[in-house]
């Protein structure tokens, strides 16, 4: 069986198009979203009493003139990882002035793209025999779980649901230590390793279970932020990130370990090799239950990670 691994997408269309063409690029059996499936900001499409259109766009002011302009515009913006949303002038002044309709809003653009992302997912591999899972992580709300689980292509699964690949199981968690961002799944290390252990009561052989979590382990530097200690938000980033899941593998040695990662950008230096198990990062492929050695990795980039914005 091989699979394909990506992770931290945050709601990067053109980055989501090309991760479910994978499993036919690269022959791949299954193709796996580790986490981080939603986007971070809203960019806002403002209508002119003219009937023209302006947006900014990575800090670059734009006018858009016809319907295939806004549309091109909205590609961009999705392809970034961002949500585009048309309204009125009136309406943006009215977003701009009430941060909890900024919530609401961006709430309701999120679960409609995790519905598209889905809906896109069941037209190409309905049929094809190409299996696919997404798995919340810390930058996604809540509110997408049903979503995914109510998916008929899609799989989806936590510490509480296991995913059957094969002669495999793969146990996922999209937990994480507390970062500066205030994210939605963060917890303390005691309760990552409380959500660790249930998610171990459903593994059995450790060389027939594969490991989805979405914190990377100690020492990894995965989550190390690439900005200056005073450009970061005050909440101090934890040291010991990865401590108690490194206790868990180390006691349950499983045959291989999907990598994540919390909330942080820049460059980050690759992972060390571990003693135990096969480690996968981001954007690669792993044939497991045959001979040969792990396949060549293959990058696929996310947008740079941010705070959730307006």
Same mark, same amino acid.
């Given at each position: @069986? ?7 997408l945050?709601?990067s269309?053109?980055c989501?198009?090309k991760?479910?063409?994978?499993g036919a ?15 971070k900001? @809203?960019?806002?499409?403002?209508q ?5 259109w302006d ?7 734009e006018?858009?003139?016809t319907?295939?302009?806004? !549309?091109?515009?909205?590609k961009?913006? @999705?392809?970034?990882g961002?949500?585009p ?11 701009? #002035?009430?941060? !909890? ?5 961006f709430?309701?653009?999120m679960?409609?793209g ?8 069941e037209?190409?591999l #309905?049929?094809t025999?190409?299996?696919v899972v997404?798995?919340p992580?810390?930058d ?5 779980d049903?979503?995914l689980?109510?998916?008929r292509?899609?799989?989806?699964g ?14 996922s968690?999209?937990?994480t ?9 963060e ?6 390793a409380?959500?660790? !252990?249930? #998610? ?15 914190a ?6 995965l ?5 200056p ?16 899941q ?12 999907l ?5 942080s ?5 690759p992972p060390?090799?571990e003693? !135990?198990?096969?480690d996968?990062?981001?954007?690669q492929r ?7 050695p ?13 705070g959730h914005?307006?």
């Amino acid at each position: @069986m091989r699979i394909f691994f990506v992770t931290d997408l945050h709601g990067s269309e053109i980055c989501w198009r090309k991760f479910l063409n994978a499993g036919a690029f690269f022959d791949a059996d299954v193709v796996v979203l580790g986490g981080d499936i939603t986007g971070k900001a @809203m960019v806002p499409i403002v209508q002119r009493p003219g009937g023209s259109w302006d947006a900014s766009l990575q800090d670059r002011h734009e006018t858009l003139e016809t319907e295939g302009e806004v !549309e091109e515009f909205g590609k961009r913006v @999705m392809n970034r990882g961002y949500y585009p949303i048309r309204v009125s002038e009136e309406e943006y002044r009215a977003l701009q #002035a009430d941060e !909890e309709l900024v919530d609401k809003r961006f709430k309701e653009v999120m679960l409609e793209g995790t519905e598209r992302w889905i809906a896109m997912a069941e037209d190409r591999l #309905a049929g094809t025999g190409i299996r696919v899972v997404a798995c919340p992580a810390n930058d996604d709300v809540f509110e997408i779980d049903d979503l995914l689980a109510g998916a008929r292509v899609v799989e989806t699964g936590d510490e509480d649901h296991p995913i059957e690949l094969g002669d495999f199981t793969m146990v996922s968690m999209g937990w994480t230590n507390p970062t500066p961002w205030h994210t939605f799944r963060e917890a303390e290390e005691p309760e990552l390793a409380r959500r660790i !252990e249930r #998610a171990l009561a459903h593994a059995g052989d450790p060389s027939t279970t594969i490991f989805n979590f979405h914190a990377p382990p100690h020492g990894s530097k995965l989550d190390n932020p690439a900005l200056p200690a005073a450009a970061l938000p005050a909440r101090p980033y934890p040291r010991e990130q990865g401590l108690g899941q490194d206790r868990q593998h180390a006691r349950a040695q499983p045959g291989q370990r999907l990598r994540g990662r919390g909330s942080s950008g820049g460059d980050r230096e690759p992972p060390p090799q571990e003693a !135990e198990g096969q480690d996968l990062s981001a954007g690669q492929r792993l044939d497991v239950g045959g001979p040969g050695p792990p396949q060549t990795p293959h990058a696929v980039r996310a947008p740079p990670s941010g705070g959730h914005s307006y």
